[in-house]
């Protein structure tokens, strides 16, 4: 008798979204804020900072407004950036704001 042993799949490995932005105009950005929930949802993501006030300990880096996702593989915050419905709050985030976003896997 031969006995059939599922392969083992590690774990995904978590990723993180780290978003530096300076809002241009916060009154028509605040659309943005409304509708992007629902899509970092749609792809797993969960909001573990968004704005808020910080200290910067060392250095120069002078961030403005600072989001932390976390989703559960960098694949997964790909999909989110890539997925058509996002798109036209792309270009609307672009419009409104000028910043930075780096993906980053984690633990």
């Known amino acids: 008798m031969r006995l059939l042993v599922p392969l083992l799949r590690s774990p995904a ?17 605040e659309e943005y804020k409304a509708k992007v929930p629902t899509i970092i949802k749609k792809h ?16 120069t880096w002078k961030p403005t407004r600072l989001v932390l996702l976390k989703y559960p593989s960098l694949a997964a915050a790909q999909a ?3 997925d058509p419905e996002y798109a036209p709050l792309k270009k609307l985030r672009q419009r409104l704001a000028k910043g930075e976003i780096v993906m980053v896997e984690g633990l």
């Open 80 to 82: 989110m950036f890539a």
């Open 44 to 59: 797993g993501g969960e909001y573990l900072v968004r704005g808020g006030r910080f200290v910067v300990e060392e250095g």
């Open 13 to 29: 490995v978590p990723a993180y979204v780290i978003v530096n932005l300076d809002v241009k105009d916060p009154a028509a950005y």
